[in-house]
């Protein structure tokens, strides 16, 4: 499942104006300082026997606007990996290193571009892992001031981190997701992102696994209402829920009803399950009421019934 993501996300990133959009968002707080018509891509100077490093990240592009000459990469990641800075690390220098045996190769005495890397991580759990090197080596003391640390720049959907990104398709692509992972977007929050492309809706699918993103309504739509997608799920789902009668009743009606008022919340399982039932039902309902920790006399004050007459449909089983 994680290569699916990773294939997914880059795929999304090869689009210059994406790609570009997340830098100006990280370094630049959002301001259009690169442009994505200065993005070429890599010839070969990064592959080489030893390593073909097109292979190993996900995107690079060189930049040259004339006063801005760098390389810029970008690395998806889908979980948390306690390796990713060491990695980090060994793509830029990997990257200054091809370009150094480049500039050997045509003799010319011209400085290396930056190597800028962006790690993007998509997961749901909270990076946890190292961002700099000083936080995997044990640094001794005598030789701090002589230790190289390397800082890993990283962008995590998770958290609290905001990006003023400019494309409206990054933005909704991050910001869809993130309300997906904290659940805020079942606050009725997905009424702001409006109008949704399906191919970034896809990636959303993708990288969250939500239910109620439809994929065939996806191949189907150019663009889709975030509110509507969502309505249609609980409408399907509730459906799904009162055909279950009973065991939503009592579901509930523990888990929900206790805070809210015991009653509103088991009565809509009981009463369809009382009409619907049978013998057999109404056991399997004070048994399940009983394994949640509900003892006879509780039951039988909910059900208002005897506790004698539950005593007895128990003793049947």
Known sequence: MNKIKDKMMKEFLENNAYFVDFFNAYFFDGQRVLKPENCVELDSEMNDANMDLEKHVDVIRKYN??????????????????SMVVRAAT????????????????????????????????????????????????????????FHDYQMNL?????????????????????????????SIYEEKSNSFGLVKSSVLKVVKTLTD?????LKELEEKEEIEMCEAEKRWLEVKSKEWKAEGIELGIKQGIEQGIEQGIEQ?????????????????????????????????????????????????????
């Not at 003799?107 to 090197?133: C, D, Q």
């Not at 962008?155 to 659940?183: A, H, K, M």
């Open 65 to 82: 606007d004339g006063n801005l000459y760098s390389a810029f990469i970008i690395e998806n990641q889908s979980r948390v990996d306690a």
């Open 91 to 146: 793509y830029e220098y990997v990257a200054y290193d091809r370009m150094l045996k480049k500039l050997k190769k045509n003799k010319s005495k011209e400085k290396l571009p930056m190597v800028h890397i962006l790690v993007f991580y998509t997961g749901e759990r909270p990076w946890n892992a190292a961002s700099k090197l000083s936080e995997l080596v044990d640094v001794d003391e005598r030789f701090k001031s002589y």
């Open 155 to 183: 962008i995590e959907i998770t958290g609290n981190t905001s990006y003023n990104f400019n494309e409206e398709d990054v933005y909704n692509l991050f910001y869809i997701c993130r309300s997906i992972y904290d659940q």
């Open 210 to 214: 939500v239910e109620w993103l439809d």
């Open 265 to 317: 919340g088991i009565e809509q399982g009981i009463e369809q399950g009382i009409e619907q039932g049978s013998e057999k039902k109404e056991l399997e309902m004070y048994q399940k009421m009983m394994d949640k920790g509900f003892d006879i006399k509780v039951i039988a004050s909910i059900f208002s019934v005897s506790e004698e007459s539950i005593e007895r449909l128990l003793m049947k089983a």
